[in-house]
């Protein structure tokens, strides 16, 4: 059998921890920034878990993590 293949795209914006929950980026944070308020901008810092409806279809997407 061939191997599965990773989604690229998939693979540079998630990370599977180690106890199997799935951290991902903040969105809204690349450009356009001058409209947004510095309170909105510190509270999109760091990262965050991917929301259970969307866990399956994200391992999914990487078959090897």
């Known amino acids: 059998m061939p191997k599965m293949k990773t989604k690229k795209g998939a693979a ?3 990370r599977v ?3 199997g929950s799935v951290k991902r980026g ?3 944070k690349r450009h356009i920034l001058t409209k947004k308020t510095t309170k909105n901008k510190r509270q999109l810092r760091g990262t965050m878990n991917v929301h259970d409806t969307n866990v399956d279809s994200v391992k999914a997407m990487l078959p090897y993590a």
């Open 12 to 14: 540079k914006r998630f």
């Open 17 to 19: 921890r180690a106890s």
């Open 26 to 28: 903040q969105a809204f």
